[in-house]
């Protein structure tokens, strides 16, 4: 079987190349906002010349050893795994084919090594030997809070992480929940919302300690816990501030683990944009609330997202559900207190 990779995919794996290189290319810059496949459509090539690499970025060259290269593949069937990029690929001037036994989605050379499937091990490692605090922070992506560096969560050890395709809220959180791909979660797209594995919430039990769940205004998908839903009660036009409350009450009372929703960040991203002032002005707003429940905590806590956005033009200023680098890195903020 064989799986072709359009030029889409080629602007992402060069973008991969540009990133790599950005450090001894003088031109070479990775600008956040705008994603990858927008910046510079025309100024990219890639071609392989005796295993050897040479990428035209910026109309500058430069020959990369690709020998000992990997690259992580993400399939169509969700899962995603670590390829050698010389022996799985035949490239063709500003083409390639991936000539693996899967159909594949697309190549993320040098993707981060931390993974949103790494989430619930994490959590149920902590939760043996204290309180966990899980934050997610829908549609922030890794270099949206690089950018923004809110002052409390900027003060902590900043990681990127990679998240699952599509990279939407429901695919991503039933990932998060069970550290399993989507191809086993059974959540692959916004169609379905039965989970077929067991979530960290079963593993809490078993562990002896209680759990809470803490929602915006509706379910995404089913859980084997209650949600704690919060609709916008203010009438603010975000469920954040019931949320953060919500929370608040669950930590005030002693749960062992909680995990909170923060949905506003993503909400506004769609409308204005990532990194637009509504958004920025929402970041110094969720990381207050951070903050907060932080506070007087003691355990780990964890301030992930379950993607990032790009922007877009049109009815909507960003997106997200896309093989793009905006759309798949998310920060992974871990620490103990
Ligand atoms: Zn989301
Ligand atoms: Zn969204």
Redesign the pocket.
């Known amino acids: 079987m064989r799986g072709s990779l359009d030029r889409f995919y080629l602007v992402i794996i060069v973008f991969f190349f540009a990133l790599l290189l950005s450090g001894c290319s003088k031109q070479a810059t990775s600008d956040p906002v705008v994603s990858p496949t927008e910046s510079h459509p025309n100024e990219h090539s890639v071609r392989l010349i005796d295993g050897k690499c040479e990428v035209t970025f910026l109309g500058e060259q430069v020959v990369l050893e690709t020998t000992n290269r990997s690259a992580v593949a993400y399939f169509e069937n969700g899962t995603q795994e670590e390829v050698p990029l010389t022996d799985l690929f035949e490239w063709r001037g500003n083409s390639a084919d991936y000539i693996g036994p899967q159909d594949i989605i697309g190549v993320w050379v040098d993707a981060p090594e931390l993974s949103v499937t790494h989430v619930a091990p994490e959590a149920l490692a902590a939760l043996e030997l204290g309180r966990v605090l899980i934050i997610l922070l ?2 922030l992506s890794y270099y949206d809070l690089e950018e923004l560096k809110p002052v409390f969560l900027s003060g902590k050890t900043m990681q990127s992480a990679r998240t699952v395709m599509p990279s ?2 429901p695919v991503a959180l039933a990932t998060i929940l069970t550290g399993k791909f989507p191809n086993e979660t059974g959540i692959t797209s916004r169609d379905t919302r039965q989970l077929q594995v067991d979530d960290i919430f079963v593993a809490a039990v078993k562990l002896g300690k209680s759990s809470a769940m803490v929602e915006g205004s509706r379910k995404l998908i089913n859980t084997s816990i209650d949600q704690l839903l919060n609709p916008d009660i203010s009438g603010d036009g975000s469920t954040d501030d019931e949320v953060f409350a919500c929370a608040k009450a669950q930590l005030d009372a002693g749960v062992d683990l909680i995990f909170v929703h923060f949905h506003g960040y ?2 506004l ?2 409308t204005y944009g990532p990194l637009s002032p509504e958004t920025s002005v929402k970041m110094l707003e969720l990381d207050a609330y951070v903050e907060t429940l932080c506070a007087g905590f003691s355990g780990m806590v964890l301030v992930i997202a379950d ?1 990032g ?1 790009h922007g877009t033009t049109g009815d909507k200023l960003g ?2 559900g896309e093989f793009r680098l905006l759309d798949l890195t998310i920060p992974w903020i871990q620490w103990e207190q």
């Open positions: 829908d549609g939407i809220s993503d909400d991203a769609h993607h956005q997106d997200h």
